[in-house]
């Protein structure tokens, strides 16, 4: 009896809150219209993808990436495609002032914010295995460190709204076509995939993956993980977690 109420009975709960989570709401394009988004590394790849979705569903738009004349070129898109505004802001995710400073630009431009799509990467040359550790300082900053900041930044305009952020990581396109020999798979169409993460978004879905496999999902997921979080998070006393 003690084994179930302590194992069992949990994990009967998370299935069950996990079921009802994934499978409650419809996903439909009026969530997104007149919502205020910004998206990271959208002069090209999966951002640009997304940016495009975004407009369709007439969302408001803010870009961001180094390339002053892709951003450009998105914007307008944008703008015939149907977004409620479209915006871009160009500059380097390795100056984490530029970051935090993106962040309020938008929100002023866009008067607030409801979504944050963290999607921007910079490519990481394997030179760390010849003792070039300098570059994985450099890609923490850019690929991580810069998300943090992101965050922390959009974290008082989110609450307003009760807003989402969004992190994609991903092999699309580009990834595939850089390594290509080295990484043998089959490149994911970008609008498709894109469109999904949009969906996983609106809903508010934990995790989205992409593939025509299901052991993706299956593997993943985990749901070892999940219990094993679930297990552990009850032995947390959170109030004074935060309070300290
Ligand atoms: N490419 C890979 O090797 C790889 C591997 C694993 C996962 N992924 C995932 O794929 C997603 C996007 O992939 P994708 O195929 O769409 O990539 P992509 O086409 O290379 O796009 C990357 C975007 O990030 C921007 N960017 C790069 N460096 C930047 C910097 N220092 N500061 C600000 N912006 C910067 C790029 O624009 P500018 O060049 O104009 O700045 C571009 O818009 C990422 O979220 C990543 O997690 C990619
Ligand atoms: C970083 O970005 C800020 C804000 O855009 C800018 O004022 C500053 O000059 C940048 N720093 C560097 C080293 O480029
Ligand atoms: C790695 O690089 C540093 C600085 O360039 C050097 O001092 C060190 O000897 C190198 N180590 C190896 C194992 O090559
Ligand atoms: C904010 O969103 C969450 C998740 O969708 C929802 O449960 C909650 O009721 C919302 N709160 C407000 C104030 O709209």
Same mark, same amino acid.
């Given at each position: 009896?003690?084994?179930?109420?302590?194992?069992?009975?949990?994990?009967?709960?998370?299935?069950?809150?996990?079921?009802?989570?994934?499978?409650?709401?419809?996903?439909?394009?009026?969530?997104?219209?007149?919502?205020?988004?910004?998206?990271?590394?959208?002069?090209?790849?999966?951002?640009?993808?997304?940016?495009?979705?975004?407009?369709?569903?007439?969302?408001?738009?803010?870009? +961001?990436?180094?390339?002053?004349?892709?951003?450009?070129?998105?914007?307008?898109?944008?703008?015939?495609?149907?977004?409620?505004?479209?915006?871009?802001?160009?500059?380097?995710?390795?100056?984490? +002032?530029?970051?935090?400073?993106?962040?309020?630009?938008?929100?002023?431009?866009?008067?607030?914010?409801?979504?944050?799509?963290?999607?921007?990467?910079?490519?990481?040359?394997?030179?760390?295995?010849?003792?070039?550790?300098?570059?994985?300082?450099?890609?923490?900053?850019?690929?991580?460190?810069?998300?943090?900041?992101?965050?922390?930044?959009?974290?008082?305009?989110?609450?307003?709204?009760?807003?989402?952020?969004?992190?994609?990581?991903?092999?699309?396109? +580009?990834?595939?076509?850089?390594?290509?020999?080295?990484?043998?798979?089959?490149?994911?169409?970008?609008?498709?995939?894109?469109?999904?993460?949009?969906?996983?978004?609106?809903?508010?879905?934990?995790?989205?993956?992409?593939?025509?496999?299901?052991? +993706?999902?299956?593997?993943?997921?985990?749901?070892?993980?999940?219990?094993?979080?679930?297990?552990?998070?009850?032995?947390?006393?959170?109030?004074?977690?935060?309070?300290?």
């Amino acid at each position: 009896m003690a084994f179930m109420t302590k194992y069992l009975l949990p994990i009967l709960v998370v299935s069950l809150a996990y079921y009802y989570y994934s499978a409650n709401e419809e996903f439909r394009p009026e969530m997104l219209q007149g919502k205020k988004v910004i998206v990271t590394g959208a002069s090209k790849g999966i951002g640009r993808e997304m940016a495009y979705h975004l407009a369709k569903m007439g969302a408001h738009v803010a870009v +961001t990436a180094r390339s002053e004349e892709g951003l450009q070129k998105v914007v307008s898109r944008c703008l015939e495609l149907g977004a409620a505004s479209a915006h871009y802001i160009a500059g380097t995710m390795e100056n984490l +002032t530029f970051a935090e400073q993106f962040v309020t630009k938008a929100g002023e431009l866009m008067g607030g914010l409801d979504m944050l799509i963290l999607n921007h990467i910079t490519n990481t040359p394997l030179g760390f295995f010849h003792n070039n550790t300098h570059i994985v300082r450099k890609t923490m900053e850019v690929n991580f460190l810069s998300y943090v900041v992101l965050s922390v930044a959009a974290l008082p305009m989110l609450k307003q709204s009760n807003g989402s952020i969004v992190v994609i990581s991903s092999l699309a396109e +580009t990834a595939m076509r850089a390594t290509s020999g080295v990484f043998i798979a089959e490149a994911a169409p970008k609008e498709d995939c894109a469109l999904e993460i949009i969906k996983g978004a609106a809903l508010r879905k934990e995790e989205v993956y992409y593939d025509k496999s299901i052991w +993706t999902s299956l593997l993943l997921g985990n749901p070892g993980r999940r219990i094993m979080e679930f297990l552990a998070l009850r032995k947390y006393n959170f109030d004074k977690f935060i309070n300290n």
